[in-house]
Each structure stands twice: as structure tokens, then as C-alpha cells.
């Protein structure tokens, strides 16, 4: 993949265009702005340069693109405001690669002066000078010692290249949690390589003192399996998986496929910076927010609903893939692709909702009045049903299926057809089926969790966690349910293979982190 020519967010102003989609980019940029602020104070404390040049890497286009400029001089309005002092010029430079939509940027300039004249006066808007300045960040873009301030918002998580040595990478676009260990240790590497460049080039344009403010997407731990990493590209490739089922994608297009994209860990960016020596960290901090940005507590009008968040999440992904996309597998599979991320979970969903309710119909008709009903069953612990408590004993499964499928012994066609018919309700989803169906009182309705291994257990004094013993363990008790479905489906033939893969898999995983399965408790009377 040639990162400089696929790598731009979906122009225009249409519905799938990155304007009309990066209301999170918004927010990112809303919740940096008291950083940002902070910055220009303490950079500005005693007197400002009579030209401020400043620089945003990254820039995109779009609504967000020039209300980082309005933030800037704002703040730097106040400063002066307050220093009594008179307002600098503004030269303002908007990088980014050349496919992005800069004319849509130049066409926005004129109503953005217009706005600032009237909101602080005429000779405001005409203190700003802004151009463009296309190519790649980790390269030169500047002249030497010619800049006081960096600023970069959602783009230094883009790597410069696809990195090398990961075609072993199956069945997955990024990092995964089932991906190999040197999938992990290739990504990381190429983070560090290009983090690097793109703060010595930086130092060589910063005057002596200048600022750099970057807000970037990274995890939550250091373990770059966990799902605030992983999680929304492994909902793609199973959307992409799906299409190949269908035949509208060749599956070795998915498996040469891989994202140029590291979310890093806080840690690994302190120690980057450090090793490089150009600069010295005034503040690091990290802040979360939900994939619907919409969802979010200041937004008192927002009503969570699974299918509208779904399609919003599912187009801001696409607004900042898509050209990646299309270039690997062309654009005819763009609709049906990113239509997918709701429907599995719809499907799933609707098919327990149709199965519990027939089943409490069926136990009405046969229970006395006022009899009773105790039951059991796997559930998860949050309404997202691709929460690790839900999905990832199944999704180890599937890798270690797609291992066998690399050596030959299972057709990776025969993987695509098969889906269990198996699912994990959250206890708010149980609960309204009862209330809907009618024909219960619940009296009572707990969760409670067990390690994936059982014999990890408080009570059990004489456990000693050993990762191949564990992974045996809970690899045996899959196989005691799920065996005799994936005979029917694959042949007996692999099976003693799959599961010692499987073990593998889950043993490694256990190791970073003790997963559990969760269980509802549910006690209801038939009512009169």
C-alpha cells in the first residue's frame, strides 16, 4: 500500500464524507482546548512576537479543520486582551498529504474571515494569513528555526508505512487479540521509527522554546490486545469476513490487507520522546471517549439507540478508511461492508428474542399458577455485545481454526459458513424480553462471574496458575460443548489439531489477562 496516495479522509460534503463525520474529531479537539490554552499562556507569559507562525500536521477538511485556527487566535486574543498589548499577525500553515480536500478548505476561507469580522471586528480576520502546505509529516515541511508552535490533532496514529514482516497476520487488518506475537512487536517498532522522525524534523523547524500541542488516538494499558485498541478494526474484519462468505471479497485480499495505524500506550510515548531528546514534556495526559461521540454526558438530548449508533459509528470509520479500502478492494463493496457492522449483532440479538420468549410462552402453558422458575445461563457484564466477556473465547476459536486453514488441513470457505448458534444476553436485555412476554413475575435477577478456568477459583488454596495446564483446561471444556457441532461441520479429522491450538491461544491469553464468563441467576413466578 502506498501510504502518501490512499491515505485521506472521504472528501466532499456527502453523507459518507469526512465532514459530515467527524463530529469525534470535534470532540477530541473540544476536550485539548484548556492543553491548549495553557500552552499559549505559559508560552506567551510575558510578551508575544509581533508574527505568530504556527503550524497544524494533519489537518484534514472539513468544519474541524479551520476551528483549530479560531481556537488559536481566540486564545491568543484573550492574552492580549489581558497583557494589554497589541494582537499579533497570524501566519497559519494546513499540512496534510496531497490527496486531501484542501480545496474544500480554500473554499471555506472566505466565510471563516467573514465570521471573525463581524464576531470581533474586521481588522481581526485581517491578521490571519493561511495557506496550504501538502506532504507528508515525516518528512521536512518547513524551513529551519521557522515556526513557534506545532499543533496536530487524531493524525500521528497514522504510520508512514503498512509495517514490514506481518504477512503472517491472517485473517485479521490490524492488530489483533489472536494476532502473532511479532505482529505486535512489527507495529510497535514501526510507532517508534516514525515518532521518532517526526520529532527530529520537528525540532530542526521550532525556534529554541517553541511549542508542540498533539492529541492522538492511544490505549488505555500497556497490552496492545486490549479492546480500546483492537476492538473496532477486528468489527471490520468480521464485516469483511462476511462479504467473502458471500463471495464479494476474495479472502487472500483480506489477509495481504493490513492498516498503517499504531494506538500506543502512554508509556511508549514518554519513552520515544525521551529517547529522542528533542524535547521535554510539559504535560501527558490521556482522557476517553465513546466511539458515538454523540453518547457523551454533556449531550442531554442524546437517546441511546443500537442501530443509529451503530450506523454513526460505522460512518465515521468509514469516512477515514474508505480510501484505503477501495484502493485494496475497490468500491463496490463500500455500501454492503460498512452496512454489516450493525447486522450480525441485530441478527444475533433478535434470534435470542424470538427463542426466549417462544420458551417462556411455552413453560407459561405448562406451569401451575404461581409456580416457580429458576434459571442459569452465560450472559455478559455490559450492553456492548462485543464486550471480551462475551466474544473472545469464540474469537481464539476462530483463529485457531484459521491456523489450521494456513497449514491446509480446513478450507477457510468452510470457516466462512459456519456460525454458533450460541448467544450471550446482558441482564437488561433478558429482563425486557420477560416484561414483554408477560407471563412471568421476576423476583429475582443477579450476575456473578467465573474465571474461564474454574479451577482459578478464591476457595481453591491449592491452585497454581501454570498458562499450558489453564489452556488445556478451558480448551477442554469448549470442546465437551461445542464438539460434536464442529464434527458435523468440519469432520472429526481436526479436531484433536484444533484444540491443541486452541489451548495455545487461550493459555497466552490468560496470561495477560484472567477473562471471565458471566452468569445470570434468574428466579420468576407465574403470575395469576
Known amino acids: 500500500m502506498m501510504v502518501k496516495s490512499v491515505l485521506c479522509m472521504n472528501p466532499g460534503d456527502g453523507e459518507t464524507s469526512y465532514a459530515k463525520n467527524s463530529f469525534l474529531q470535534k470532540t477530541v479537539l473540544s476536550k485539548a482546548r484548556p492543553i491548549l490554552e495553557d500552552t499559549l499562556k505559559n508560552m506567551f507569559s510575558t510578551a508575544l512576537p509581533t508574527c505568530f507562525k504556527l503550524a497544524d500536521l494533519g489537518c484534514s477538511s472539513g468544519p474541524n479543520t479551520l476551528l483549530f485556527v479560531s481556537e488559536i487566535m481566540d486564545a491568543v486574543y484573550e492574552l492580549c486582551q489581558q497583557q494589554n498589548c497589541k494582537l499579533p499577525e497570524f501566519q497559519v500553515f494546513l499540512n496534510d498529504l496531497p490527496g486531501n480536500d484542501f480545496n474544500a478548505v480554500f473554499k471555506s476561507l472566505p466565510f471563516f474571515y467573514d465570521k471573525f469580522g463581524k464576531e470581533k471586528g474586521d481588522l481581526y480576520g485581517q491578521h490571519c494569513f493561511?495557506?496550504?502546505?501538502?506532504?507528508?509529516?515525516?518528512?521536512?515541511?518547513?524551513?529551519?528555526?521557522?515556526?513557534?508552535?506545532?499543533?496536530?490533532?487524531?493524525s500521528l496514529h497514522w504510520l508512514s508505512k503498512v509495517p514490514e514482516g506481518i504477512s503472517d497476520n491472517k485473517g485479521n487488518i490490524y492488530m489483533a487479540k489472536a494476532s502473532p506475537p511479532n505482529v505486535f512487536k512489527a507495529y510497535l517498532e514501526q510507532f517508534q521509527k516514525d515518532f521518532s522522525l517526526f520529532l527530529s524534523l520537528r525540532s530542526e523547524e521550532i525556534i529554541q522554546g517553541g511549542r508542540v500541542v498533539l492529541t492522538f488516538l492511544g490505549r488505555s494499558i500497556d497490552d496492545p490486545r486490549s479492546k480500546d485498541c483492537c476492538l473496532l478494526w477486528e468489527l471490520l474484519t468480521k464485516s469483511l469476513l462476511d462479504l467473502a462468505a458471500k463471495g464479494l471479497v476474495v479472502e487472500a485480499d483480506i489477509d495481504t490487507f493490513n492498516l498503517p495505524y499504531y494506538n500506543p500506550y502512554e508509556g511508549?510515548?514518554?519513552?520515544?520522546?525521551?529517547?529522542?531528546g528533542s524535547f521535554d514534556i510539559n504535560k501527558l495526559e490521556t482522557f476517553a471517549?465513546?466511539?458515538?461521540?454523540?453518547?457523551?454526558?454533556?449531550?442531554?438530548?442524546?437517546?441511546?439507540?443500537?442501530?443509529?449508533?451503530?450506523r454513526n459509528v460505522a460512518n465515521i470509520v468509514r469516512a477515514v478508511a474508505e480510501p484505503m479500502l477501495v484502493s485494496h478492494f475497490g468500491d463496490e463493496i463500500m455500501d454492503e461492508l460498512f452496512k454489516r457492522d450493525v447486522t450480525v449483532f441485530k441478527a444475533y440479538l433478535e434470534q435470542f428474542q424470538k427463542d426466549f420468549s417462544l420458551f417462556l410462552r411455552l413453560r407459561s402453558e405448562e406451569i401451575i399458577q404461581g409456580g416457580r422458575v429458576v434459571f442459569t445461563f452465560i450472559s455478559r457484564s455490559t450492553d456492548d455485545p462485543r464486550s471480551n466477556d462475551c466474544c473472545l473465547i469464540w474469537e481464539l476459536l476462530a483463529k485457531s481454526l484459521l491456523d489450521l486453514a494456513a497449514k491446509g488441513l480446513v478450507l477457510e470457505a468452510d470457516i466462512d459458513t459456519f456460525n454458533l448458534p450460541y448467544y450471550h444476553p446482558y441482564e437488561g436485555e433478558v429482563r425486557e424480553i420477560i416484561e414483554m412476554e408477560g407471563s412471568f413475575d421476576i423476583n429475582k435477577l443477579e450476575t456473578f462471574a467465573i474465571n474461564w478456568d474454574a479451577n482459578d477459583d478464591i476457595n481453591n488454596n491449592n491452585f497454581v496458575f501454570d498458562k499450558d495446564q489453564c489452556g488445556r483446561n478451558v480448551a477442554n471444556i469448549i470442546r465437551a460443548a461445542a464438539e460434536p457441532m464442529l464434527v458435523s461441520h468440519f469432520g472429526d479429522d481436526i479436531t484433536d489439531e484444533l484444540f491443541k491450538r486452541y489451548a495455545e491461544h487461550v493459555g497466552e491469553h490468560l496470561c495477560v489477562e484472567k477473562t471471565k464468563h458471566i452468569k445470570i441467576v434468574l428466579t420468576m413466578t407465574k403470575k395469576e
Open 130 to 154: 493561511i495557506s496550504g502546505v501538502p506532504g507528508s509529516f515525516y518528512h521536512r515541511l518547513f524551513p529551519s528555526k521557522s515556526l513557534h508552535f506545532f499543533h496536530s490533532s487524531y
Open 268 to 276: 511508549e510515548v514518554r519513552e520515544i520522546i525521551e529517547m529522542e
Open 289 to 310: 471517549i465513546n466511539w458515538d461521540a454523540n453518547d457523551d454526558i454533556s449531550n442531554k438530548n442524546f437517546v441511546f439507540d443500537k442501530d443509529q449508533c451503530g
